[in-house]
């Protein structure tokens, strides 16, 4: 009985921790928008680690996918809104706190202080197509090219900001093709990418401009895979697995690629000794 109450304790903060910011932007903002959309996201999430804690093989899919598509088709598609990083910095510049930039603070600047980039591994909706394809674990070695990052975090403010200068107007409507746009050639990039390198997840280690944001916050999160190292036996099949390169058995926050790590619990899986 105790094993099993065990199992809960994970999905149940995460349930907890976004119920708590649906019912306080609910009574702040005086939206119940906010408290039906936090409370899905929260459940969709915790089901997943809960999946996981029963080892369902695809546990994080499912989160990835209810999480995903409900953001990309009903927010993105139907709603009109720009949920990618051009429509945060709209939103930053208009001065009006709701949609992206809600969005941001929750689950990119300030959520990655408690869960990493748990967004990235369960939540992303461009990483829910990617992870379809053949490459889940990376066939070459981690690439020096996470300076292309940065160039496309300044495209998008660059692009937003002139529209802002330059007074265009319908920028409501401009917003909505940057994000159909965008999510095209994050599709089409991230696609070829995989391909060409051989590896699922090298839009997010290359290209990504959202990881500006989740990488540095990233590195204080509470919740981290850590390793036993009683247990560990220096096997290497946890490096082998990880779609993010992270050497998973160094505990150190300083670990190689330690702010790459999504918690897709790939490692975790793949240990023979449970020690992580």
């Known amino acids: 009985m105790v094993k099993l109450n065990k199992k809960f304790i994970l999905p149940v ?4 921790i976004f119920e708590t910011i649906a019912i306080t932007l609910w009574l702040t903002m005086k939206n119940i928008f906010y408290l039906l959309n936090f409370s899905y996201i929260g459940t969709s999430i915790a089901v997943g680690f809960l999946l ?3 080892q369902y093989k695809y546990a994080r899919r499912v989160a990835q996918f209810l999480v995903g598509t409900y953001m990309f088709v009903y927010l993105g598609l139907i709603c009109n809104e720009n949920m990618q990083i051009e429509g945060f910095w709209y939103y930053l510049f208009t001065g009006v706190f709701e949609a992206a930039t809600i969005h941001y603070a929750v689950a990119k600047i300030f959520g990655p202080l408690i869960f990493g980039r748990g967004w990235c591994g369960f939540a992303c909706w461009t990483a829910m197509v990617l992870d379809l394809l053949p490459y889940k674990v990376p066939e070459q070695p981690r690439k020096k090219w996470g300076w292309i990052r940065y160039i496309t975090f300044t495209i998008s403010f660059i692009f937003v900001s002139a529209l802002f200068l330059a007074q265009v107007k319908n920028m409501e409507k401009i917003m909505f093709w940057a994000f159909l746009i965008g999510n095209c050639l994050y599709y ?5 990418l ?3 390198l051989k590896d699922n997840r090298a839009f997010c280690k290359y ?3 959202v990881t500006i944001f989740l990488k540095p916050m990233s590195y204080f999160a509470l ?3 850590t390793c036993d190292k009683n247990k560990c036996v220096s096997c ?8 993010m390169n992270v050497d998973i058995t160094d505990n150190s926050r300083k670990r190689k690629n330690g702010t790459e790590c999504i918690l897709c619990f790939e490692c975790v899986k793949a240990c023979p000794k449970k020690a992580l």
Request: with cysteine; charged share 15%; proline share 7%.
């Open 188 to 192: 089409i990039v991230g696609v070829i």
């Open 52 to 54: 996981f804690q029963f």
């Open 236 to 243: 290497g099949k946890c490096k082998k697995v990880c779609p």
């Open 194 to 196: 995989a391909f060409a």
């Open 13 to 16: 903060i995460m349930w907890l």
């Open 207 to 209: 290209i990504c401009p």
């Open 223 to 225: 919740l981290r895979i």
